[in-house]
């Protein structure tokens, strides 16, 4: 298959922010995103999006975004239709076209950026997109389908149970004692299409599962009890590629508090990160291999992370989930691990546009129309 080669100036939009609990790590990424694109390679488009779903255009976008103070930016759109490709922006009711776009780079967590919903925006628009498609997308945010397809697939991971907040609400001490039925406590509660620990409780009692249960269950009307691997480290390891995709080296999770929780991720920084993991050489194969086979099944593309549960005495590996659109922050174990696999972090962002008109080009090998022959 011919592969599509960078051209100068390849104009990139990078959307950012969302209708997401992960909206503010979103804008971290997306500044360290932005910073990273070489401008003699990219001529950059940011579009934020509010938490309202508002989408925004003009000067200082990401700051004004931050800051709230949207009135003086132009509303933004992207059409899903082929003929109108490109960016636009809102003025008087009238839709200016700013910019035709080769590459989407979404760094957008979370619903409404991470589950599919906005790569299906992308390809209806027939556009160049960073990252997995609207199946790798849904699936890998959906933590019980998730588990269900990895267990389908032999690839081993922690008891879990799901319930709907129509059933939370309606008896909680049946949800709790169902819950309870999956092992001794500490048993952990979220929401079913999180990430960033957003929504995440570690409940150590029926008092905290009650409490973990109704905080996840205000994040979303799924939520995952999930029981808690006892006496592990917790491993990651990031992927690169779309059908032949490569492992990088495993780093390990230190967490400063009971687990590693948003504030231990994004506003502290208080975990620490041993990279590479000081793990025995057939466990760090294992994990990759691992990883690269949850990535396929999935059909990822682009880039995903991969964090395991291994448990101390016994050596076990458990995968906990494949994050599609993992973090970019200064502080994020993707591009971290790429650094010590040898990949620097303009190189990533590079190999990642590349990855996605790689993408592209074979999406438009595909027949679109069907024809009976006479």
Aim: glycine residues 8%.
């Amino acid at each position: 298959m011919p592969t599509a080669t960078l051209s100068p100036k390849l104009r990139v939009a990078v959307l950012f922010g969302g209708r997401s609990g992960e909206h503010e790590v979103s804008l971290m990424s997306a500044r360290s995103v932005i910073a990273a694109l070489d401008p003699a390679k990219y001529e950059v488009f940011p579009v934020g999006i509010t938490h309202d779903g508002n989408w925004f255009v003009g000067e200082n976008v990401l700051e004004k975004l931050e800051q709230g103070k949207t009135d003086s930016l132009d509303h933004a759109a992207i059409f899903p239709e082929p003929g109108y490709q490109g960016l636009y922006a809102i003025r008087n009711t009238q839709y200016v076209k700013l910019t035709d776009l080769d590459v989407l780079f979404p760094v957008l967590h979370g619903t409404f950026g991470e589950d599919g919903t906005m790569q299906g925006l992308f390809e209806l628009a027939d556009v160049a997109y960073v990252g997995a498609g609207v199946v790798g997308s849904a699936v890998g945010m959906d933590k019980g389908i998730f588990k269900d397809v990895m267990r389908a697939n032999g690839i081993p991971v922690a008891d879990w149970a799901m319930f709907r907040r129509s059933e939370i609400e309606r008896d909680m001490n049946e949800v709790i004692r169902k819950a309870e039925a999956l092992g001794d406590y500490p048993l952990f509660a979220k929401p079913a299409n999180l990430g960033s620990s957003v929504g995440i409780s570690k409940c150590n009692n029926r008092s905290d599962l009650g409490e973990g249960i109704m905080e996840a269950a205000s994040f979303d009307r799924r939520v995952l009890i999930e029981r808690g691997v006892v006496n592990a480290r917790e491993i990651e390891v990031s992927v690169l590629g779309n059908d032949e995709p490569l492992a990088s080296v495993c780093g390990e999770v230190l967490p400063s508090r009971e687990f590693y929780s948003y504030e231990s991720k994004y506003v502290d920084g208080t975990s620490g990160l041993m990279i590479p993991a000081q793990i025995p050489e057939e466990t760090s194969i294992q994990i990759r291999e691992l990883a690269v086979r949850a990535y396929k099944t999935i059909d990822c593309a682009g880039m995903a992370r991969a964090d395991f549960f291994l448990e101390k005495e016994s050596g076990r590996v458990i995968l906990n989930e494949l994050n599609t659109l993992p973090g970019f922050t200064s502080i994020s174990m993707y591009p971290k691990l790429w650094n010590a696999t040898g990949v620097s972090y303009p190189e990533l962002v590079d190999r990642l546009i590349q990855l996605a008109l790689d993408r592209k080009t074979e999406r438009d090998h595909t027949t679109r129309e069907f024809r009976r022959s006479q």
